[in-house]
T-cell receptor, first 113, second 118 residues
Framework: DQQVKQNSPSLSVQEGRISILNCDYTNSMFDYFLWYKKYPAEGPTFLISISSIKDKNEDGRFTVFLNKSAKHLSLHIVPSQPGDSAVYFCAASVKHTGNQFYFGTGTSLTVIP | GAVVSQHPSRVICKSGTSVKIECRSLDFQATTMFWYRQFPKKSLMLMATSNEGSKATYEQGVEKDKFLINHASLTLSTLTVTSAHPEDSSFYIC??????????????FGPGTRLTVL
């Protein structure tokens, strides 16, 4: 059963605009969430994370928002750049149990120049 | 820091043969490494957790006799796909948990290995 879901398989955004990628989870025990970026035939690279004690974490152009009551998190990229085109995975874990990461199915972002 | 390498990046083998994939942490020691498998347009599925000096912990549905994992040192874990069949063709990715670099307790991923079994 997929505990972490990304319902949008793809997203296209104009360069300079905001990209919003969404992720939903079902396990209320998850307390640590991450976003990874992946290019074809490469391993994922870490982007940004957020602990459940926060509802927002910002790092440069990337901001992650967490809504625990809705079991929903989102990644905002602003302004979007063509180099941001990649597949984005969200992941969730229960931090104190050893950090098994549960990944979503990914959203392919295309930033149009 | 926190660089993870995998070798080979791509391998093609005949059905029935065994293939070994190496995962190395280049600039840090990783007590825990993870092995994932990714099918096309699918999520990363955790196969097993590899702890240095002890037996790997396999996820439900993963055959431990088929996917042999050895974590012999703090910088090297290997995954051996034994008697490979075409259905084992996939993209295999390892990750290593870093506990000394922020964000602490993070996993850093290798570039992956594309296995094709003919």
């Amino acid at each position: 059963d997929q505990q972490v879901k990304q319902n949008s398989p793809s997203l296209s955004v104009q360069e300079g605009r905001i990209s919003i990628l969404n992720c939903d989870y079902t396990n209320s025990m998850f307390d640590y969430f991450l976003w990874y970026k992946k290019y074809p035939a490469e391993g994922p690279t870490f982007l940004i994370s957020i602990s459940s004690i926060k509802d927002k974490n910002e790092d440069g152009r990337f901001t992650v928002f967490l809504n625990k009551s809705a079991k929903h998190l989102s990644l905002h990229i602003v302004p979007s750049q063509p180099g941001d085109s990649a597949v984005y995975f969200c992941a969730a874990s229960v931090k104190h149990t050893g950090n098994q990461f549960y990944f979503g199915t990914g959203t392919s972002l295309t930033v149009i120049p | 820091g926190a660089v993870v390498s995998q070798h080979p990046s791509r391998v093609i083998c005949k059905s029935g043969t065994s293939v070994k994939i190496e995962c190395r942490s280049l600039d840090f020691q990783a007590t825990t490494m993870f092995w994932y498998r990714q099918f096309p347009k699918k999520s990363l599925m955790l196969m097993a957790t590899s702890n240095e000096g002890s037996k790997a912990t396999y996820e439900q549905g993963v055959e431990k006799d088929k996917f042999l994992i050895n974590h012999a040192s703090l910088t090297l874990s290997t995954l051996t796909v034994t008697s490979a069949h075409p259905e084992d063709s996939s993209f295999y990715i390892c990750s290593a948990r870093v506990s000394i670099y922020p964000p602490y307790n993070e996993q850093f991923f290798g570039p992956g290995t594309r296995l094709t079994v003919l």
